[in-house]
DNA sequence: ACCCAAATAAACAACGTTGTCTTTTTGTAA
DNA sequence: TTACAAAAAGACAACGTTGTTTATTTGGGT
């Protein structure tokens, strides 16, 4: 590989020369520079990362953790907003796919120490509680999407009581005035959270909570737990005759609509349906599209990412709205 | 952060001892050898990885540029791949999304090279022709999940032929005789080499094409295309008759899933249903279960990685096998 | 005890950069 | 012209490693 001084022999200058042209140092005759920026072009020239590290000791790289992160397929937004930041900010986003099989955390903290991360972003599939083995106090850490118990760590996690409030009262003013809210396991803090947020919504609105039922499905990939979605969701729109259902993620509202079908009624007119995540494809891919409220992914990234570029300490808990995607289905 | 020397000092012993034990090197004594690593361990000592490469010569880098990548969930696998065998060999795959708007490719293979990178994987989001720009010939490229016009480089893509004709065996075999293919638009080349493979299985079977209708679908985002997609589905279905569809990829499936049921017939029991992809949770969403072949991204992934690793310098032509995923959709 | 080869350890240079200090060149005022 | 400060360029060390060469220690055979 061509090197400084290689650049620096064919453009008949000292070395430093060079450097100081690569590096904008203005005290360099136009001249010089010119002859210069003619060899590094002649010669493909590109500055040795490596060599630049251990010198300036920067490394420039921000550690990404992701914990089984890549499972879901929205969470990759988490990444792309650090990394977008980082392309800008001209550092090297090192992204781990933590995997409780194959590479443990420790691992992966291991090799970012090894190459000088400046700062460790801990990513979750999903937002929930996690607890870090002690060696992330070695280096700047934040946690996105997640929040550790001991509050040794800043963190940023979607509003979810927000979100549940504000898809709530966005179906109440649409007139719809009974709610059935299919939520999640109520062991996740999204489901505790978001529950809040629901009945906060029927209190502000003044809406007696009567006209309200939220029962919680666990869901999960089997076939079992998915027939029970559709089961609860038959009997509910049977038994309190809902006419909006709000559902704790996309793909149980995909199973709404099939259910919702099968009982001849027709989504958005005779039965409206809300949703949380904005899952990939999905709520556009039913007819009418899903109303749904987006995560918050892509600000999360960047606000982690910023977070550790300010060199902040604070152990701030933050949180970040849901963005309200409205299409047909209320 | 702590340096060989102070690990050294701390044990009582040359520099290069440490280094030595660092590296496995046979010729230190057993004494010497413990007091390095109870050194090593006391003073949380890791070898700074930027100073490795400049000394050795050798980035261990591997890049992988993902063209669009990220925008279809299942594609993610292809990254897995790679990243499960570079982290075998202990080697970084430095992750680079390009997106027209934002990176170029050219600032990617910049950056790689100032890292110093082995090689390249460049992988793109579906299955198509690329061309790649010049810079890429000064470093072991590999293509995944697209080729290139030139044959310049190295390529791994999907058997699509094979695939097709494989799943329409199945249902052929499974007894249906009667089938209509929804197809992809004709432009994009899994589309076109699927056709091929549909009517070979039609004529390894010896079942007459009169039972065999193709048609293309142009698919997208908006809902006008989906809404397409539904409307010649039903049309389909009334005026051809068909025991069985396959479709071009997952989404469309969950839409002639929705049409099937609004015509009061049953998926799997009236009418079989097939498809490509294995899209993320899609194809256990619906009910029942969709039968479908599933892209071999993982092993695209890991083809490319492990053609850099044995740095072949052939420029064959890979296709790798999709996977029949059974469920009861046919 | 002594020699000598083999085993081990140390010393020193090198990797490709940037930081610091010194030297040379340049331009201006006398 | 000469003097002199400012600007520019160069020389050299340093970063934390590993490769290579040189020095020391060890141990077995006399």
């Known amino acids: 590989m061509v090197t400084i001084k290689d650049v620096a022999a064919h453009a008949g200058v000292a070395f430093k020369t060079v450097s100081r042209v690569v590096n904008n140092d203005p005290t360099v005759k136009p001249k010089n520079r010119e002859k210069v920026l003619k060899a590094i072009e002649e010669l493909g020239y590109r500055p040795n990362r490596a060599a630049q590290m251990t010198r300036r000791k920067k490394s420039g790289v921000v550690g990404f953790i992701a914990?089984?992160?890549?499972r879901v397929p929205y969470t990759f937004d988490l990444i792309r907003g650090a990394q977008d930041l980082a392309w800008k900010h001209n550092?090297?986003?090192m992204v781990l796919n933590v995997n409780v099989d194959k590479y443990s955390v420790e691992g992966a903290v291991n090799h970012l120490f090894e190459h000088r991360a400046e700062g460790i972003i801990y990513a979750a599939m999903y937002h929930r509680e996690v607890t870090l083995p002690a060696q992330f106090s070695e280096v700047p850490t934040v946690l996105a999407n997640c929040y550790d118990s001991s509050n040794d760590y800043?963190?940023?996690?979607?509003d979810e009581k927000e979100a549940a409030r504000e898809i709530t009262t966005s179906m109440l003013r649409k007139g719809y005035k009974r709610i059935a809210f299919l939520n999640l396991n109520e062991n996740i803090i999204a489901a505790k959270l978001r529950k809040q947020g629901v009945e906060q919504a029927f209190a502000d609105a003044g809406v007696s909570p009567d006209n309200?039922?939220?029962?919680?499905?666990?869901?999960g990939d089997e076939n079992e737990e998915r027939s029970v979605t559709r089961k609860r969701a038959a009997e509910l729109i049977k038994n309190f005759k809902p006419d909006a259902i709000l559902c704790g993620q996309d793909p149980m509202a995909v199973e709404v609509y099939?259910?919702?079908?099968?009982?001849g009624l027709q989504v958005g007119k005779d039965i409206g349906i809300g949703s949380f995540d904005d899952w990939d494809i999905i709520p556009s891919l039913v007819q009418p599209g899903?109303?749904?409220?987006?995560?918050?992914h892509y600000?999360?990234?960047?606000?982690?990412f910023?977070?550790?570029?300010?060199?902040?300490?604070?152990?701030?808990?933050e949180s970040a709205r849901f963005t309200l995607v409205s299409r047909q289905s209320f």
């Open 212 to 219: 309200l039922i939220i029962e919680s499905v666990i869901v």
């Open 290 to 296: 899903l109303t749904t409220m987006a995560l918050p």
């Open 154 to 158: 800043p963190s940023i996690v979607p």
């Open 91 to 93: 550092k090297e986003l």
């Open 67 to 70: 914990d089984e992160l890549l």
């Open 306 to 317: 910023n977070y550790l570029l300010e060199e902040r300490t604070d152990k701030v808990k």
């Open 258 to 263: 099939f259910v919702v079908q099968a009982l």
């Open 299 to 304: 600000e999360m990234g960047q606000w982690a």
